[in-house]
């Protein structure tokens, strides 16, 4: 899965490799691949011992790989949406002929890892192991090859834009006990792009292909698979987004599993810690592009835990993408699933958690509140907002001009300080009112799954909205934590290069240590004295008003 936040919406060429430290091939130092198998494009990225970025480059689906017919890299017919297996394969042999042509000396990457978008599963015909592990010529492409030797069994791949799995997504919560229940064991209540329910329409709508299927991977363990020569173990944070994996066992949970399938957990394989190494590169790979033989494959991710990876949290931290849909990540100690977000097994230390958030009304609110209200100035909107005081004379707006996803709710609701519903407020109330409210929403959501605000929380914010100082200064305040900004956008795909070289270290340095020289975060705003006092208790307020909402429709 990915949501449409600021490292998933930039575009590269093919042409777009680029050096910071001469050519590739000119380096001396041990190097580390990170790869992101994103929903509309194929990304490398490079980076050096140091941890500098030393390169990168893409293919981009539709534009690269006209002949599959994608749109934004899918195939849409009603609510089913998928992309072709053979798509993901061909794109793999131009990233790596068009790193071979900027001249990247394969034989210096000491580690691959990557990343992919979440839920999406490929479905790998009998025989496909076979295929991998002794029968691949490197003379020529993975591409002529899967397709003439039938690899996979399923053609199209249903990916995380698919909503077409309501009927299996009540099924498998009615066997569970409930959706609170089947959240409690896999972090997350059943959702139509969770691959557990996806599969399950697989095994009725194509039991003769599913009974075909000698694997079934997802797009992370996919590319993983790729790479390896072999069947690449699924991970433990992109694990957590099938609605099949307990999240404290850290193993496939086996209710889950005869719910969606015959014969499911034979077909997904093992479990691994998303740090951990797999074995050493393909054969194929040290032969067409000379790979070196000792270079590792470390388990591939989903797109978001990489992104955590990359955007380096720690304990205490919250991410805050402020993108066309604003979307918030969390280091968790200690997960309280809920019926509205996500809990993912930690990517970079397996005995903690992360929570997902995504808030469909994001920057188009913010500009839709501006055009009305400020003449669609953003220089207006700012000094509105340095017009009103925090807390905004107790007047709470909740914005959903598009269905919300956190909560399921629509339609903008104004509230005065004795939580009475106003038809409408001043302009400069209104644009408080918006910031406040959809940065209290985030709070909100975040406590119910278990974040709590301490003195070392920091605020990570990136997207576009993360240059607007004025809105920056009101999601400190809201949280009572220092904003701090880091100019990446990329950060699935460092985030996979940074698990490339902590897998080969890990079991004797952590995480936090392999990447504490990278480049450092830029202190953006603080919060004011009294944001605490002001914020808790307006939080609160606003909790029960949203849950009013969400209730009543």
Same mark, same amino acid.
């Given at each position: 899965?990915?949501?449409?936040?600021?490292?998933?919406?930039?575009?590269?060429?093919?042409?777009?490799?680029?050096?910071?430290?001469?050519?590739?091939?000119?380096?001396?130092?041990?190097?580390?691949?990170?790869?992101?198998?994103?929903?509309?494009?194929?990304?490398?990225?490079?980076?050096?011992?140091?941890?500098?970025?030393?390169?990168?480059?893409?293919?981009?689906?539709?534009?690269?790989?006209?002949?599959?017919?994608?749109?934004?890299?899918?195939?849409?017919?009603?609510?089913?949406?998928?992309?072709?297996?053979?798509?993901?394969?061909?794109?793999?042999?131009?990233?790596?002929?068009?790193?071979?042509?900027?001249?990247?000396?394969?034989?210096?990457?000491?580690?691959?890892?990557?990343?992919?978008?979440?839920?999406?599963?490929?479905?790998?015909?009998?025989?496909?192991?076979?295929?991998?592990?002794?029968?691949?010529?490197?003379?020529?492409?993975?591409?002529?090859?899967?397709?003439?030797?039938?690899?996979?069994?399923?053609?199209?791949?249903?990916?995380?834009?698919?909503?077409?799995?309501?009927?299996?997504?009540?099924?498998?919560?009615?066997?569970?006990?409930?959706?609170?229940?089947?959240?409690?064991?896999?972090?997350?209540?059943?959702?139509?792009?969770?691959?557990?329910?996806?599969?399950?329409?697989?095994?009725?709508?194509?039991?003769?292909?599913?009974?075909?299927?000698?694997?079934?991977?997802?797009?992370?363990?996919?590319?993983?698979?790729?790479?390896?020569?072999?069947?690449?173990?699924?991970?433990?944070?992109?694990? !957590?987004?099938?609605?099949?994996?307990?999240?404290?066992?850290?193993?496939?949970?086996?209710?889950?599993?005869?719910?969606?399938?015959?014969?499911?957990?034979?077909?997904?394989?093992?479990?691994?810690?998303?740090?951990?190494?797999?074995?050493?590169? !393909?054969?194929?790979?040290?032969?067409?592009?000379?790979?070196?033989?000792?270079?590792?494959?470390?388990?591939?991710?989903?797109?978001?835990?990489?992104?955590?990876?990359?955007?380096?949290?720690?304990?205490?931290?919250?991410?805050?993408?402020?993108?066309?849909?604003?979307?918030?990540?969390?280091?968790?100690?200690?997960?309280?699933?809920?019926?509205?977000?996500?809990?993912?097994?930690?990517?970079?230390?397996?005995?903690?958690?992360?929570?997902?958030?995504?808030?469909?009304?994001?920057?188009?609110?913010?500009?839709?509140?501006?055009?009305?209200?400020?003449?669609?100035?953003?220089?207006?909107?700012?000094?509105?907002?340095?017009?009103?005081?925090?807390?905004?004379?107790?007047?709470?707006?909740?914005?959903?001009?598009?269905?919300?996803?956190?909560?399921?709710?629509?339609?903008?609701?104004?509230?005065?300080?004795?939580?009475?519903?106003?038809?409408?407020?001043?302009?400069?109330?209104?644009?408080?009112?918006?910031?406040?409210?959809?940065?209290?929403?985030?709070?909100?959501?975040?406590?119910?799954?278990?974040?709590?605000?301490?003195?070392?929380?920091?605020?990570?914010?990136?997207?576009?909205?993360?240059?607007?100082?004025?809105?920056?200064?009101?999601?400190?305040?809201?949280?009572?934590?220092?904003?701090?900004?880091?100019?990446?956008?990329?950060?699935?795909?460092?985030?996979?290069?940074?698990?490339?070289?902590?897998?080969?270290?890990?079991?004797?340095?952590?995480?936090?240590?392999?990447?504490?020289?990278?480049?450092?975060?830029?202190?953006?705003?603080?919060?004011?004295?009294?944001?605490?006092?002001?914020?808790?208790?307006?939080?609160?307020?606003?909790?029960?008003?949203?849950?009013?909402?969400?209730?009543?429709?």
């Amino acid at each position: 899965m990915r949501f449409n936040i600021n490292w998933c919406t930039c575009c590269f060429n093919m042409s777009l490799g680029w050096k910071r430290s001469g050519e590739p091939s000119e380096l001396s130092t041990p190097l580390y691949l990170g790869l992101d198998y994103s929903t509309q494009q194929l990304k490398a990225l490079v980076i050096d011992d140091n941890l500098q970025e030393i390169y990168a480059t893409a293919v981009n689906f539709e534009k690269d790989l006209p002949e599959f017919g994608t749109e934004g890299g899918c195939h849409k017919v009603g609510d089913e949406v998928t992309a072709p297996a053979l798509m993901w394969v061909k794109a793999t042999d131009l990233l790596l002929d068009q790193m071979k042509a900027d001249r990247m000396d394969f034989s210096k990457i000491e580690s691959i890892s990557g990343s992919g978008q979440q839920h999406g599963s490929v479905y790998w015909n009998k025989g496909a192991k076979e295929i991998l592990t002794h029968k691949l010529n490197p003379a020529l492409s993975l591409y002529d090859q899967f397709s003439k030797m039938h690899a996979f069994a399923v053609a199209e791949c249903p990916i995380w834009m698919d909503s077409s799995t309501t009927t299996e997504c009540r099924q498998l919560e009615n066997d569970l006990g409930g959706a609170q229940a089947l959240a409690d064991l896999t972090g997350s209540r059943a959702y139509e792009r969770f691959t557990g329910n996806q599969i399950s329409k697989i095994s009725k709508k194509f039991p003769d292909q599913y009974a075909q299927c000698e694997r079934i991977s997802l797009v992370s363990s996919f590319g993983a698979t790729l790479f390896l020569g072999d069947f690449a173990s699924i991970d433990y944070s992109d694990g !957590s987004g099938m609605n099949l994996m307990d999240i404290r066992t850290r193993t496939w949970a086996q209710r889950a599993l005869d719910s969606c399938a015959p014969g499911l957990q034979e077909k997904l394989g093992g479990l691994v810690p998303s740090f951990q190494p797999l074995g050493g590169v !393909s054969s194929y790979f040290v032969k067409r592009y000379r790979f070196s033989p000792k270079c590792q494959v470390v388990a591939f991710t989903g797109d978001n835990p990489a992104s955590l990876a990359g955007l380096r949290l720690q304990g205490g931290d919250v991410s805050v993408s402020l993108g066309t849909s604003d979307t918030v990540f969390v280091w968790l100690k200690e997960p309280r699933p809920a019926l509205e977000g996500h809990v993912f097994v930690n990517p970079v230390k397996a005995e903690d958690y992360m929570a997902l958030l995504c808030f469909k009304n994001g920057s188009f609110a913010r500009e839709k509140v501006r055009n009305r209200c400020c003449s669609e100035s953003w220089e207006t909107f700012n000094d509105a907002l340095l017009s009103t005081p925090r807390g905004n004379h107790g007047n709470i707006g909740i914005y959903f001009y598009d269905t919300e996803i956190t909560p399921h709710a629509i339609g903008e609701h104004r509230f005065n300080a004795s939580d009475v519903k106003v038809d409408s407020f001043d302009a400069a109330v209104e644009v408080r009112a918006l910031i406040e409210g959809q940065f209290m929403g985030k709070r909100m959501h975040a406590e119910n799954l278990g974040y709590n605000i301490g003195k070392s929380s920091r605020v990570l914010a990136t997207g576009g909205a993360a240059a607007n100082k004025e809105i920056l200064q009101v999601l400190s305040d809201v949280f009572n934590a220092p904003v701090y900004t880091l100019g990446t956008e990329n950060s699935a795909s460092l985030g996979a290069a940074y698990q490339a070289k902590h897998g080969l270290m890990y079991q004797t340095t952590t995480f936090q240590e392999v990447v504490k020289d990278a480049a450092s975060y830029t202190l953006a705003v603080e919060p004011n004295p009294d944001a605490d006092q002001v914020y808790t208790p307006l939080t609160a307020r606003y909790k029960q008003l949203e849950e009013h909402i969400a209730n009543s429709q």
